[in-house]
């Protein structure tokens, strides 16, 4: 898996285009520099691996936009070693985002040939990440509680498992809503039994399902 000069120059262009999207978290858009989104994507689509958009993955999915993955990255407001769950690992892009920003990762699939793609490719590039192949709305409790947990598709309500493996002061960002369009939600945890939800702008992502599903 390689890394080409030209794929830089490609995100250096990203980079400059989500700054003038309003992205100003200096260490994400450090990390999307960093990050060679092409290597999540089939090599035959680098031209469009730096295009602020979703692209299509397999089993349905998505690797989300660019914008997308910078705005909830920055609303983890995630320091260096901050234990960090993602729900929905999908191309595993946004897990190295993580990552390359300094956190603890852990991340939860339940589509098992995306966890197993996503798990190489990761793994090839050198980020430490602990995957896990399940249902994203259990979480993972024995690994918390969570400084912070990113959920990468839309649930219709806040799950409350994941509610609550947040540390208190930890930050739960998730997309709420049906499947016309979500609201972007940060739930904070103030104390053991309250909760502070604060919405920041409308997405579109895939459902959050239950369950998992094996490759064919």
């Known amino acids: 898996m390689t890394d080409s000069f030209e ?12 700054r003038q999207k ?21 090599p035959a689509f680098l031209n469009h691996a730096y295009i602020d958009k979703a692209f299509p993955l397999s089993s349905g999915q998505t690797i989300s936009q660019p914008y997308t993955v910078a705005v909830q990255t920055s609303l983890l407001r995630i320091k260096k070693r901050d234990k960090i769950l993602e729900v929905g690992t999908g ?14 990762v852990y991340t939860i699939e339940r589509y098992r040939d995306l966890f ?7 793994i090839s590039l050198g980020y430490e990440v602990d995957f896990f192949y399940g249902d994203g709305y259990e979480g993972k409790s024995q690994y918390g509680p969570f400084d912070g947990i990113i959920v990468t598709a839309a649930a219709p309500e806040v799950p409350s498992a994941l509610l609550q493996q947040l540390k208190n002061g930890g930050r739960l960002v998730i997309p709420i809503g049906g499947s016309i369009s979500q609201v972007m939600t940060v739930a904070v945890r103030t104390s053991d039994n309250t909760f502070e939800y604060t919405d920041h702008g409308n997405f579109i992502f895939v459902p959050m399902l239950k369950g998992t599903v094996n490759a064919k």
């Not at 794929?7 to 989500?18: D, E, F, N, S, Y």
């Not at 990390?31 to 994507?41: E, G, K, N, Q, S």
């Open 7 to 18: 794929a830089k120059g490609r995100r250096k262009r990203l980079v400059a285009v989500l």
């Open 91 to 104: 191309s595993g892009y946004q897990a190295a985002v993580l990552a390359e920003m300094g956190a603890k």
């Open 116 to 122: 197993l793609k996503a798990q190489k490719t990761l």
């Open 22 to 42: 309003g992205i100003t978290d200096e260490e994400v858009l450090r990390a999307i520099d960093t990050v060679p989104r092409h290597l999540f994507m089939d």
